[in-house]
Structures are given as structure tokens and as C-alpha cells.
């Protein structure tokens, strides 16, 4: 079994629906005797998963006095930006072009491996020519080539007459190399064709789009072109004055639409739906009929002659982007030889809020290539931290054995932890402790804290601190390095050890014995874990008017506010050894 | 700093010389490992790095036109069948192994152009075709027939390069070797 090295997490008080959004009040407790037993934390309840944080998962808000886990954050985006070029894209761009990079950015669709743009020389037909007798250099073309896998965009048929922006000639080109018309284009075309007007011009179009392959986005714009003719249509058949104008806001048709908008599209105008009867569907591919093609069996010739490695996996289908230029809906890529460049997700930088107060706890440098925060709470700058130590006594015979972390603990034995709280803010903090007397769960162990209560000094300046030490030597600190550790005796009540700004306590614990009875039941899953839970509850005083706690030293005593902070936190520290 | 690190293991320097064939414009680092009982032939310009280690116990070692064995690579090791058979290693020309990369002896043939990826096993009388990629820690196992242009990749995975870059890639590895002949320093005399 995997050695187990002691833990701290700390619950965060927002899984207690209760206490959420204010400091904890009347219900912590003062001392470790049993009257909170009933309502002790369990770590082991389902529950206790989702609210248990190591300290450094932790922030913290000012303003509350209270900390602040992941699940009672609210986030919101700072920047959007490309992991690949760092590229920062205006939000504004991003309901226009999507959540990924559109400049050069894209992965390998075979092994997510990004890929690198690479020129491909067509080989000069002459070398010996210093002149060649075409103008310029023979042309060069590029394609994206992944250095790991070696794929490469030739494979689907795909070059680049330039090396940047590959994003925009991507969409331009269908597998196997034809161009498409991206939208835009073909409105101009249309708008071109509709200027010089007539019917020949009209066929001509509707021509040259049968000729070209229906793929999503022409489909999408002829439905929606041939919808939007039906809408204006029959309410020129039924109203007199339409020739006012279709498009107007006053045009009863757009009306309708705009209500249909705002009501959900339930409370129908009767003349609404009257006029919906009248239209009829589409029925050619120029209105955007796309009729099905059930003729697969190209596909299952493909098929055959092809091994289950030539085949797309799932994943690599959902990795591929959304393809406006594919041909129609039916047989999407199913092939790796049909797989196009997956362009690089975008990724967001956060800022962190304290849903509260609104107060940001956290909020990341603008730019898109310094990690530095600008604001950052993290509780561990708040809060004490708890670090834990086994201590081996030596018995009645004999010096005790050096305690190795992960050791497993002797059943009924009792054992000594030093718990060593670290006060990180600049004021002295009068700590508190409660643990139930018995650990929650099937195999309860004895915990006792032997100094349920004490102070830490302020985290001064470790110079101001080293100076002074002098003085200090001659008295009560010295005293615990002085002898080994075989000299102490745990005493009741007693401070094991202190320092600048840290505190040292025992707690003793008898570990259970994980004796099951035979053929009844099984041990749980870290059932031989032995974690207890201990509320930690934290007073200091701050500077009133809700300021930050500063270096408090010249300031007047009276202007302290009095704060207090109260949380379960669970010491798992270490296996208990079986049978 | 080579000496030292010989009488520090007795045990690889003490192994039986083996003869060589060398071709003049090689270069092998005076570090380099060549032990066995069996031929070694290497042909010209090549290029073996420093602690790159060949073993010809299992059988003869022949190393093709202008190949990079890197640093630490181990070119016919005896696998776990032990064999010993005429041929042990075949490398084509222009193939490269790269660091830690090891390869079995037993009629096992690297073909030409082809790349062993970092720390990667070829297996005993695997043959790889020519121009292949086997990407870092690929392992392919004993007796595999690998076809040309195959990549193998992401713990096994195969695909076909179909860039048709080998020309290129020659003329690159040509390239390499004229850098590494100026910054690596030869001494085959050590092993003649
Ligand atoms: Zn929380
Ligand atoms: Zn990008
Ligand atoms: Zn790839
Ligand atoms: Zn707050």
C-alpha cells in the first residue's frame, strides 16, 4: 500500500448553507469536550469531497472575512488568447468568428501535435538555368506538416499559396484542394449578378451554384434567401399597402416577427399563421433543397479496402472543427484521410469575484504573456497553516526509534502528532481548537488536544525578529532545543514548542483497531486512513474601518476591530495497520 | 575523463576487442563502445557519438552510409532469446538512432532513411522499412515486419508518411553529418 504523507485540507464554509456568505458566529464551539460531537464534520460523509481544499486551492475575501473555495467564486473572463501564438482576441471578434485562433494556430487532426507551416519547392526543373525563363521563382506553395506524426496537409489534398493567415485560406479550400465561396462572396456575386439584373444573369446563378457542390453554409444561406422571399410574399398578396415597404419596422409582416421574438413564438397572430400556410417549401437546390443521397456504397467500398487504423476514432471526429465547406451533413469525416487542421481552441484568463460582496479576490495581469496577478487573496496569506509531525516518545524501555513519515500506526497505541500552526498575517492570532473526542465513522479513534487553546505571535520582520532572539535565548524558547527530545514529557496544557511567528501543539491519538468480524464485512476504500476532524477556530484584531491588516506597530490600540474566523479542517495522518 | 570512466567499469571495458572494418571518412568518438567477437563494418561517414555502445557477441554489425548513431544507444544487444546468428544488426544507409534507442540483435535491419526515436527498443529481427519514423520510447517487438514510410507514433499507433520528403531528409542528414564531422573528434585508430 502506498505510504501515506499527513495532510491538511480545510472545508470551506460555503458547503454549510447556513453560514454561507457571513463569518460563522454563535455555533463554534470553545472547547474539545464533547457538546459538539453531534455536529462534528465527517470526512468521510459523501458530502465531504466537495468542500475539502488543501489551503493552497484557497482564497480568501477581505471584505467577508471568510474564505473562498472554487465552488463560491464567480469567474469572469478577463482576455481570450491563443495557447499557441499568445495572440489576445477582442471578444467582440469572438461572436463573429468563433472560439478558435484564426490566424496561423492549428493542431495535427491525426495526433493533436500543432503543426508548422513548411514551404514545398516544386524542384526547378533546370538547375543549371541561373535565369529561369518563367517570371520569378518557380512558385511556392505551403502546407502544414506535424513533426511528430508526420501528417501533412497534402495528404488531404490541401496547399497555401501563403504562408500566413492559413486560417482565412483554409476556409476557402475543401478537402482534396477545390475552392468554395465563403459567404460573403457568393452575397457579393448575388448583389453583383441582381445589379446587372435580367433573368439570363439570374439562371447563370443559379447555375453555377447547382454546378458547385452544396456544402453547409450554401445551404443555409439559399434557405434562408428562399425563406425570407416566402415571409415577404404572401403579405403582398393579403395587405394593401405593402408596397410601402417589406423591410420597413412598420411592415406588419416584420412586426409579426419581431413579436414572435419577444413571446417565444407561442402567442401567434392569427393572420401570422395564416400567412405561414400560405408559403410552400423549398423545392429546388437554389431555394435550399438537399436532397439525400442514400447511394453509400462508395463509402462502403472505401471501407473495405481500408483497416480499422484508417478510420477517424471518436475523438479525433469531435476535435475537428465545425466544417462549414462540407459537402452535406451526411458522412462526415469518417476517414483520417478526411480530417482537416483543428485551429487552436481558445484559452481565458479569469477574474475572480467574491459572490458576496462582489469584491475581486483575484485578477490576472492583462497581458496575455505574464503570469503575474494584479490581485490575489489566497488564504494561505490569511490563515493559519497547519503542518503535521509524528513524534515517537521513547517508551519505558529503552530511546525511541526515529518516526518515519508514512509509517503505518500501531492499532490502540497511542501515538503523538505535533501540529504546527504558522500565522501568516502581522497581527498576533489567538487560535482555538475543537476535535471530537472520537474520531465519526466504523472504527472510532481516541483524539485528544492537549493544548486546545493558545497564541501566535504577529509575522514581524525576520530581522527585527533575529535581533531581538538574543534576548530571547536566555529564556523560555531556548528551553526546547536545549535537550533532545527524550528529555520532554507531554504535558497537558502546554505549548510544545514556539517560535517567531509559529506555534507548536500535540494532539495524542489512539488509533483504532480495524479488527472486522470474519466473513462479515469488508474495509472500505481508505477506511484505514486515520483522519480526524478538527475546528479551528482564529481571533485578531485588525485595524477598524475595515482596512487591511498592515503593520499595526505605531497605531493606536483603540482603533482595532476585533475579527474572528471559525472553520472544520481534516488532519489525515497516516494508515492504521490491519489485523 | 573517458579513461577514468573505464576503470570505473571494468566490466564493459574488459570485453573481447572486436575486429572492425571502418571506412576512412567515418567518425567515431574515441568514447564510443565497440565490443563483441564479430565484425563491425562501418561504412562511409558515418558518424558515432560519444557512449554510443555496439555489441557484436550475437552476431555481425554492419552500419550503413552517412548514419548518426547518437549517445547511449545500444546496437545489438543480446535480447532475452540469447541467439547468436550471422547477422546481428543491419543499419541502411542514412538511418539514425537516436539517444538511448535500442536495438536487438538477430537479423534486425533499421532500413535506409529510417529514424529511431529517443529511448525507443527495437525488438530482435524486427525489420523496418526504409523511411520510417519511430517516434520517442516506440517500442516494436520481436520478429515485427514494419512496411516503408511507416511513422509509428503515440504508443503504437501507424500511420504512412505520405510527405515524400525522403530526398530531402537525405540531403539534410548529409547536412548534420557535415556539422557533427567538425564538432565531434574522430579517432578509429582506438578500435583498429
Ligand atoms: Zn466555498
Ligand atoms: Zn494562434
Ligand atoms: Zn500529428
Ligand atoms: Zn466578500
Known amino acids: 500500500m502506498a505510504p501515506l504523507n499527513p495532510y491538511t485540507y480545510i472545508q470551506c464554509p460555503c458547503s454549510d448553507s447556513a453560514s454561507l456568505g457571513r463569518p460563522s458566529d454563535a455555533t463554534s464551539p470553545t472547547s474539545a469536550d464533547g457538546d459538539e460531537e453531534d455536529n462534528a464534520f465527517d470526512p468521510r460523509a459523501p458530502r465531504a469531497n466537495f468542500s475539502l481544499y488543501p489551503l493552497e486551492y484557497l482564497l480568501y475575501c477581505e471584505d467577508c472575512h471568510q474564505i473562498r473555495c472554487p465552488r463560491c467564486i464567480t469567474e469572469e473572463i478577463a482576455t481570450y488568447f491563443c495557447p499557441s501564438c499568445l495572440f489576445e482576441v477582442p471578444s467582440s471578434n469572438l461572436k463573429s468568428e468563433g472560439n478558435r485562433c484564426t490566424r496561423s494556430c492549428f493542431q495535427c487532426p491525426i495526433c493533436i501535435g500543432p503543426l508548422s507551416v513548411t514551404s514545398i519547392e516544386a524542384p526547378p526543373s533546370d538547375p543549371s538555368l541561373l535565369v529561369p525563363d518563367r517570371a520569378g521563382t518557380p512558385h511556392t506553395t505551403y502546407s502544414l506538416i506535424c513533426s511528430y506524426c508526420s501528417w501533412s496537409s497534402t495528404e488531404i489534398g490541401i496547399q497555401f499559396d501563403k504562408p500566413n493567415s492559413i486560417h482565412a485560406q483554409l476556409a476557402k479550400i475543401r478537402n482534396g484542394g477545390a475552392s468554395r465561396l465563403t459567404a460573403k462572396e457568393r452575397k457579393e456575386r448575388r448583389k453583383e449578378l441582381s445589379h446587372r439584373g435580367g433573368e439570363a444573369a439570374l439562371a447563370a446563378s443559379s447555375e453555377a451554384a447547382a454546378g458547385q457542390d452544396m456544402d453547409l453554409e450554401t445551404q443555409f444561406a439559399n434557405l434562408k434567401l428562399f425563406y425570407n422571399s416566402q415571409l415577404a410574399d404572401p403579405n403582398a398578396g393579403d395587405n394593401g399597402f405593402s408596397s410601402l415597404g417589406d423591410l420597413g419596422f412598420s411592415s406588419p409582416s416584420s412586426l409579426s416577427r419581431i413579436m414572435n421574438l419577444y413571446t417565444g413564438g407561442k402567442l401567434h397572430d392569427p393572420r401570422a399563421k395564416s400567412k405561414l400556410g400560405a408559403m410552400r417549401e423549398a423545392i429546388t437546390a437554389d431555394e435550399g433543397l438537399l436532397e439525400t443521397d442514400l447511394d453509400e456504397s462508395s463509402l462502403i467500398t472505401q471501407l473495405h479496402q481500408s483497416d480499422f487504423l484508417d478510420t477517424a476514432s471518436s475523438t479525433q471526429i469531435c476535435s475537428q472543427p465545425p466544417n462549414l465547406g462540407e459537402t452535406y451533413i451526411y458522412g462526415a469525416a469518417r476517414f483520417n484521410s478526411s480530417l482537416r487542421p483543428v485551429p487552436y481552441l481558445l484559452r481565458t484568463k479569469r477574474s475572480k469575484r467574491c459572490p458576496v460582496c462582489r469584491h475581486i479576490i483575484s485578477k490576472p495581469e492583462a497581458k496575455v504573456q505574464t503570469t503575474r496577478f494584479r490581485i490575489r487573496l489566497v488564504a494561505g496569506s490569511y490563515i493559519p497553516s497547519i503542518t503535521i509531525r509524528r513524534l515517537n516518545l521513547p517508551g519505558p524501555n529503552g530511546p525511541a526509534a526515529p518516526a518515519i513519515l508514512g509509517d503505518l500506526l500501531e492499532p490502540l497505541k497511542p501515538v503523538h502528532f505535533v501540529l504546527t500552526f504558522k500565522n501568516p498575517i502581522f497581527e498576533s492570532l489567538k487560535v482555538t481548537l475543537g476535535a471530537p473526542a472520537k474520531t465519526p465513522g466504523r472504527f472510532p479513534s481516541k483524539v485528544t488536544v492537549l493544548c486546545p487553546q493558545f497564541d501566535i505571535d504577529a509575522n514581524t520582520d525576520v530581522w527585527d525578529e533575529a535581533l531581538k532572539e538574543n534576548d530571547r535565548e536566555s529564556s523560555g524558547r531556548s528551553r526546547r532545543r536545549a535537550g533532545t527530545e527524550s528529555q520532554f514529557q507531554v504535558e497537558v496544557g502546554k505549548i510544545w514548542e514556539r517560535g517567531r511567528n509559529w506555534v507548536s501543539i500535540i494532539v495524542e491519538v489512539v488509533p483504532a483497531s480495524l479488527k472486522l468480524e470474519p466473513g462479515r464485512d469488508v474495509l472500505k476504500q481508505d477506511e484505514d486512513v486515520l483522519e480526524i476532524p478538527m475546528f479551528v477556530r482564529i481571533e485578531w484584531e485588525a485595524e477598524g474601518g475595515g482596512d487591511d491588516a498592515a503593520s499595526g506597530t505605531g497605531r493606536d490600540k483603540d482603533q482595532k476591530e476585533k475579527k474572528e474566523l471559525a472553520y472544520w479542517c481534516v488532519l489525515g495522518l497516516g494508515r492504521i495497520k490491519q489485523g | ?192
Open chain 2, 1 to 192: 575523463m573517458s579513461s577514468k570512466r573505464h576503470s570505473i567499469l571494468p566490466a564493459v571495458s574488459a570485453g573481447p576487442k572486436p575486429p572492425v572494418h571502418f571506412s576512412s571518412s567515418i567518425t567515431i568518438a574515441e568514447s564510443a563502445l565497440l565490443t563483441g567477437t564479430n565484425l563491425i563494418t562501418i561504412s562511409s561517414e558515418s558518424v558515432i557519438h560519444p557512449r554510443a555502445k555496439l555489441d557484436s557477441l550475437a552476431g555481425r554489425i554492419t552500419i550503413g552510409r552517412r548514419c548518426v548513431v547518437h549517445e547511449r544507444t545500444m546496437i545489438g544487444a543480446i535480447g532475452t532469446s540469447g541467439k547468436v546468428t550471422e547477422q546481428a544488426v543491419t543499419l541502411g544507409d542514412y538511418a539514425t538512432v537516436e539517444v538511448a534507442a535500442s536495438i536487438e540483435a538477430g537479423n534486425t535491419i533499421i532500413g535506409e532513411g529510417t529514424t529511431v526515436g529517443v529511448g525507443s527498443k527495437v525488438g530482435a529481427g524486427a525489420v523496418i522499412g526504409k523511411h520510417c519514423t519511430l517516434t520517442p520510447h516506440t517500442e516494436v517487438p520481436a520478429g515485427e515486419v514494419i512496411p516503408d514510410f511507416t511513422v509509428i507514433y503515440s504508443n503504437g499507433m501507424r500511420r504512412i508518411d505520405k510527405r515524400g520528403v525522403a530526398d530531402l531528409k537525405n540531403k539534410g542528414q548529409a547536412r548534420q553529418i557535415d556539422v557533427l564531422r567538425r564538432m565531434i573528434p574522430t579517432n578509429p585508430a582506438k578500435f583498429a
